[in-house]
C-alpha cells in the first residue's frame, strides 16, 4: 500500500523532514500566490476556514496552480502503484504555513484519497495538526 504523506508548512522554519529514508518528494512553493494573510480580516483564520477557502477559490490563481500540481502528483502516484513503492511525501509551503498551503495541503490529501487506493497522511506543522485519512 502505498502512503502519500503530504505537509502544509512555513518557510520561516525550514523545510519537513523526510522520515520515510527515502530522502525524496515534491516541495511545492505557494507564495507566488495570493496572500489571504495580507488582510486582517483573515490573519486569524487558516486554510482550513470558509472565509479563505472562498479568497482562495474567488482569487482563482491558487486553482491554477493546483491544476498543475494535481497533474503531476497524479503521474507520479500511478508510476509508484505499479512499480510497488510504498511511500511519497509532498508538500507545500508558504510565509506562514497557515493559508495558502494548509488549503493546497487539503485539496491534495481529498484529490488523491478520491481517486486512488492510498493512505495519506496529512500534517499541518505550523498548525500542529495531524490526520490519517
Known amino acids: 500500500m502505498l502512503l502519500v504523506t503530504i505537509y502544509s508548512f ?11 529514508g527515502n530522502g525524496g518528494g515534491y516541495i511545492f512553493d505557494c507564495r507566488s500566490t495570493h496572500n489571504p494573510g495580507k488582510y486582517e480580516e483573515y490573519k ?3 486554510g482550513l476556514d470558509q472565509p479563505v477557502i472562498d479568497f482562495l477559490e474567488k482569487d482563482g490563481e491558487i486553482l491554477f496552480f493546483l491544476q498543475h500540481v494535481d ?11 505499479e512499480r510497488g513503492f510504498t511511500h511519497l511525501q509532498v508538500s507545500f509551503g508558504c510565509t506562514g504555513g497557515q493559508h495558502r498551503s494548509v488549503y493546497c495541503a487539503e485539496h491534495l490529501a481529498k484529490h488523491l484519497k478520491d481517486k486512488y487506493d492510498v493512505q495519506i497522511e496529512l500534517n499541518h506543522r505550523e498548525r500542529g495538526i495531524e490526520k490519517r485519512l
Open 44 to 46: 486569524q483564520l487558516t
Open 10 to 20: 512555513s518557510y520561516k522554519r525550514g523545510l519537513p523532514v523526510d522520515e520515510s
Open 71 to 81: 497533474a503531476l502528483i497524479d503521474h507520479h502516484v500511478e508510476r509508484f502503484l
